[in-house]
């Protein structure tokens, strides 16, 4: 049975369902080739990640496909409902890259503290000619430690990014639209564990009262902004904001009037507006650390997501 991952998948997931009976086709096929390359291989299983949309013309004329697996966690590139209407299985795998989306955050938050992202790309050309000038350029950075972090959603990815930040000296305080779990578990390399009760906040509290602020709700239903000029009109002055949610979360207008009017410092973003061909001029915002959707990136993470496909197409099969 043929199984197309047209978005990759991890060689440990390719070696699990090479045992199981498997042939995993890891061909690219571009978007208006797929429904034809599906039928002529007769491919019972498509496995995408965010690229790759599968919507109702795939599923309306591909009868051998019987399974659609997204790696990696928000579905807003598959017809769901539909697909399991028509009798599909659909599913993800929506724990396995949480710690990596974390991970990616805090490293954002220490590049826009430290400037990283700017010196990172002025000293190979500059460094040798102007090295006291960039020392001074950059020389006015924040530590982490004492400043709260807002976290906006607080589910696997937010609750993931609090235990990180706590670890770092932050203050952490959360806010989802439905009740939380305030307790999260610290655990150690050793295997030790504390729990720790992070401060649950309305939105306009979070927003008024964090140095920085990180995204982590999937894309509203109607498409909406959680950010817009509303929201950023409470935050504090010279806040920091991160989303590596989803493009369309923050609005992108909103942002840049934040960052060029002086409110926000500075922000971090791994998901765009329009991807793959996000906005020229919020790449190039001196202001903007960029980096391409990249949270769930990991060698564990695509290890963890592969293995976990793996194991919902074997019993979809079996
Ligand atoms: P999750 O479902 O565990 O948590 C999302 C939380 O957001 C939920 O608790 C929900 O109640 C809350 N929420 C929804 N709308 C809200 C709103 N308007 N205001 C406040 N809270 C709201 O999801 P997760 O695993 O934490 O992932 C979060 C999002 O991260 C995903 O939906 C996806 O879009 C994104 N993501 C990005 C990458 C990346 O590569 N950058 C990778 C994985 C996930």
Redesign the pocket.
Same mark, same amino acid.
């Given at each position: 049975m043929n199984v197309l991952a047209n978005d990759g998948i991890s060689q440990s997931g390719i070696d699990k369902l090479q045992k199981s009976g498997f042939n995993v086709i890891t061909t690219n096929v571009p978007q208006e080739n797929l429904i034809d390359y599906i039928n002529k291989e007769g491919v019972v299983a498509l496995l995408v990640r965010?690229a790759t949309k599968v919507r109702k013309d795939i599923i309306d004329n591909c009868p051998t496909l019987k399974f659609i697996g997204r790696g990696?966690?928000?579905m807003d590139n598959i017809d769901v409902e539909y697909a399991r209407e028509k009798g599909l299985t659909v599913s993800n795998t929506? &724990?396995a890259?949480?710690q990596s989306?974390a991970e !990616?955050v805090m490293t954002q938050m220490f590049s826009i503290s430290r400037f990283t992202f700017n010196a990172n790309k002025e000293m190979p050309n500059n460094g040798h000619t102007e090295f006291k000038k960039l020392k001074k350029k950059y020389s006015k950075g924040v530590e982490l430690r004492g400043k709260t972090l807002g976290i906006?959603?607080?589910? #696997?990815?937010?609750q993931s990014l609090a235990k990180y930040a706590i670890g770092c000296g932050m203050n952490v305080i959360a806010? $989802?639209?439905?009740d939380?779990n305030n307790t999260i578990t610290l655990t150690f390399a050793n295997g030790s564990t504390v729990d720790v009760a992070v401060e649950k906040s309305d !939105?306009n509290n979070l927003l008024s009262n964090s140095d920085f602020i990180s995204i =982590?709700?999937?894309?509203?239903e109607d498409g909406s902004a959680?950010i817009t000029e509303k929201e950023i009109g409470l935050m504090k002055d010279n806040v920091r904001i991160i989303n590596? &949610? #989803?493009g369309g979360v923050i609005n992108e207008n909103a942002l840049l009037k934040g960052l060029n009017n002086g409110k926000i410092a500075y922000a971090a973003l $791994?998901?765009f507006d329009n991807e793959p061909a996000p906005r020229a001029d919020v790449l190039s915002n001196e202001k903007i650390a960029s980096t391409p =959707?990249?949270? &769930? &990136?990991t060698v564990e993470a695509q290890d963890r997501i592969g293995l976990e496909l793996a194991d919902h197409i074997i019993n979809c099969f079996s």
């Open positions: 965010s990696g966690v928000g929506p &724990a890259s949480s989306v !990616l906006i959603g607080f589910g #696997r990815i937010g806010y $989802d639209k439905f939380f !939105l =982590h709700v999937p894309m509203q959680v590596a &949610a #989803r $791994d998901v =959707h990249i949270g &769930a &990136a």
